[in-house]
């Protein structure tokens, strides 16, 4: 059973471009959650999905970030117009339905903007 | 969600006990209380979960005092693998759906010495 999947693991953007981060979770979980985290600081939540819906989304920037978790595929993080201040590194987390405390983790993506 | 205190670091050296201390004042009749642990440039990884006495498992134990206002985690003779972040965290695991994020704080840097 494979664990939580991101690609890409490391992501290089110039300022204004746009990057896509994409999450596969668990086998079996339906519920995803992206996390960002800033160099010697712990994880801050972002978003919070279902299958094709968003539960909560109180962590997410206002502008310029979105997140889908289609049907079909993989969650996407997108973040438009990228800034240098969006370098971090963005982890993805799944749970099954019934343990909604318990999240298994990706292995991140390192989105680095110059 | 509950706020928890940590302290920022520890040192540890091969062979011996370490436990580590979270305080947690405000958790609620329902929350839980969760530990992960965070290697370097990997995503954190679930430890170990308990709500109140003692919980333990092939990797650590877990201490709850009668007024949960704290925890223990409880590494046993640690080694040099050991050395990560650790993060203790509360919440609820029977949301009902309306929230899913995990709180991180800064988390405690466990450093073993050989």
């Known amino acids: 059973n494979a664990g939580v999947m991101q690609n890409p693991r490391h992501l290089v953007r110039r300022r204004g471009q746009e990057a896509r981060l994409r999450c596969s979770p668990m086998?079996?979980?339906?519920?995803v959650y992206w996390y960002r985290q800033l160099p010697e600081e712990g994880l801050k939540f972002m978003v919070y999905?279902?299958?094709?819906?968003?539960?909560?989304e109180s962590g997410m920037p206002k502008e310029r970030f979105s997140a889908e978790f289609p049907k079909e595929g993989p969650s996407i993080l997108r973040i438009q117009q990228v800034v240098r201040g969006d370098s971090a590194a963005y982890f993805c987390?799944?749970?099954?339905?019934?343990?909604?405390?318990?999240?298994?983790f990706g292995p991140g993506t390192r989105l680095l903007v110059l | 969600l509950a706020k928890t205190t940590q302290p920022i670091s520890m040192d540890s050296y091969e062979g011996q006990e370490v436990n580590i201390t979270c305080s947690h004042n405000?958790?609620?009749?329902?929350?839980?209380i969760t530990w992960y642990q965070q290697f370097p440039s990997q995503g954190p990884r679930f430890i170990i979960q308990?709500?109140?006495t003692k919980v333990t498992n092939e990797v650590a134990s877990l201490f709850i005092p009668a007024d949960r206002k704290s925890s223990t985690l409880s590494l046993p003779r640690v080694s040099l693998s050991d050395t990560a972040v650790y993060y203790c965290?509360?919440?609820?695991?029977?949301?009902?759906?309306?929230?899913?994020?995990?709180?991180f704080g800064k988390g405690t840097k466990l450093s073993v010495k050989p």
């Open positions: 987390a799944s749970s099954p339905l019934d343990d909604q405390e318990t999240q298994y």
């Open positions: 086998k079996g979980h339906s519920h």
């Open positions: 999905l279902q299958k094709e819906n968003i539960i909560d």
């Open positions: 405000n958790i609620a009749t329902n929350d839980y």
């Open positions: 308990g709500y109140k």
């Open positions: 965290l509360v919440g609820d695991p029977n949301y009902g759906g309306s929230q899913g994020n995990l709180i």
